[in-house]
């Protein structure tokens, strides 16, 4: 449980930055605009907010205090801090990274092939002529999707590899700043289009009449919380077992917090109103998922004429970079709990995780073509493996709100808080989170997915 010889963070920013680099990903990119557009625009955007300045918090603090406290992955630290029986909670703790991986990268193979193309693009001018063509056919080809899925899965081995200081910050300390950079620039120059302000509008104006209720718009924000900020994966719990005992958590965690809904924002700000100018569909509709990232907003691209390679250039490698460092932070998690449960080394692990990651990833890399046949529950296999994670992350996220709130007790996650010296100002607010709301709040987003998988009651988001 003392373990001195465990990596570490060489400080405050460096845990944060690694945490926000993992909450900051395609959740943010293509999932969130569409979702604010859909519910309200501001109406969303304030309730995400509130939610994740409540909520998230204090599901955060939790998996981070329960981390650094522990010095374990989510796999050994429920067992560690005294309770063996709640090991089975850290095993479906480590389920949820073992088996987002793998799809993960396979998107993550699929932004490094648009970033590519969009290189050559750059170089020779022009756009994607039809994009929703080369999507199909790229997806559906003999090996290409597995070939980049492998070269996606390479790149964060070999940064993890390289351990925790020298790998996963260093890595974090060149992408996340270019991210953020490009990011800001994205959203100034779409801002700057004549005619932008309709959709600037559209995206951040409340919109009351077009959020059906107030139920469903809590209900998507809340679903989207947890993916967005990689909550009930054991990341967090990970990634704080590294985390200093002289910084504070509950600092950390709002900064998390913010930056991961800042840039989602900011996602919204630079796709909402170039969709909103040039898509074609005319219908209105913002499309979300892999429909936005690599079919629409291309053709918008296009449609953009001369700026638009550079602008799809800058945009697909944020994409990229989102995606690395957040399948890093994956990585790490499932590296660490190998290491932390065998009692293995580092190099060893990474082996094991990158050869599982790719043959697990091979399944979804090769179902929308050779493989195309293996439909469980007839989805595809990358939509299957997505759909099943969305019902294990609420289970997991409920039951460890339950061992903090009810086993663990919160005085012990509040003591965690106050180690680095720091007055804890929010104990009464902790205790009634953790102990009542959070755990009925999150079962409501179970129930809601569960509802939405056997399409019950119309819950679709
Ligand atoms: N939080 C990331 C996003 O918003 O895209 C996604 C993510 C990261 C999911 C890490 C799962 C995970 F383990």
Not at 131 to 157: E, K, N, Q, R
Not at 180 to 193: E, R, W
Not at 426 to 455: D, H, N, Q
């Amino acid at each position: 449980m003392r373990d001195g010889s465990r990596a570490s963070w060489s400080g405050q920013l460096a845990f944060v930055l690694a945490a926000a680099a993992s909450a900051i990903g395609l959740g943010n990119l293509w999932r969130f605009p569409y979702l604010a557009a859909k519910y309200g625009g501001g109406v969303f955007i304030a309730v995400y907010l509130g939610l994740s300045l409540t909520l998230g918090f204090v599901l955060l603090v939790t998996e981070i205090a329960i981390g650094r406290y522990s010095r374990q992955s989510q796999i050994t630290a429920f067992g560690t801090l005294g309770h063996p029986k709640w090991n089975f909670l850290g095993v479906m703790a480590t389920l949820v990274p073992l088996f987002i991986l793998p799809y993960y990268n396979v998107i993550g193979g699929w932004v490094a092939e648009y970033f590519v193309q969009y290189v050559k693009i750059a170089f020779r001018g022009g756009g994607f002529e039809d994009p929703s063509a080369f999507f199909a056919s790229f997806t559906a080809d003999a090996w290409a999707p597995f070939a980049a899925m492998a070269v996606f899965t390479a790149i964060t081995l070999a940064v993890i590899v390289m351990g925790v200081k020298k790998g996963i910050e260093k890595a974090n300390l060149v992408m996340m700043p270019a991210l953020l950079a490009m990011a800001v620039a994205l959203a100034v120059y779409v801002a700057a289009i004549p005619g932008a302000g309709k959709g600037i509008r559209y995206y951040l104006v409340p919109d009351f009449s077009s959020c059906e209720s107030i139920g469903k718009v809590l209900l998507g924000a809340m679903g989207q919380m947890f993916y967005s900020l990689s909550l009930a994966m054991g990341i967090m719990i990970t990634y704080g077992s590294y985390m200093r005992r002289r910084d504070s958590v509950p600092k950390a965690a709002v900064r998390i917090v913010l930056a991961d809904t800042f840039v989602a924002v900011l996602a919204g700000m630079m796709i909402i109103p170039v969709v909103v100018l040039f898509a074609s569909s005319g219908s209105g509709e913002i499309p979300s998922g892999p429909g936005l990232m690599f079919e629409t907003l291309p053709a918008v691209f296009t449609r953009m004429g001369g700026a638009g390679a550079a602008v799809g250039l800058a945009f697909f490698t944020l994409v990229l970079f989102a995606a690395l460092t957040s399948a890093i932070s994956m990585t790490e998690t499932c590296v660490a709990s190998v290491c932390d449960c065998f009692k293995t080394s580092r190099r060893k692990a990474v082996a094991a995780v990158g050869l599982w990651t790719v043959v697990l990833g091979s399944v979804s890399a090769f179902g929308y073509g050779r493989w195309s046949f293996i439909k469980p529950f007839g989805l595809p296999a990358l939509e299957f493996f997505d759909s099943a994670m969305n019902i294990l992350t609420p289970v997991v996220a409920a039951a460890t709100c339950v061992f903090a709130g009810w086993v663990l007790r919160p005085r012990r996650i509040l003591a965690e808080c106050r180690r680095d010296g720091s007055r804890v100002w929010f104990k009464t607010f902790y205790v009634i989170m953790i102990k009542f709301v959070s755990p009925v709040l999150v079962a409501t987003v179970l129930a809601s997915e569960l509802c939405r998988l056997f399409g019950v009651g119309g819950w679709k988001l």
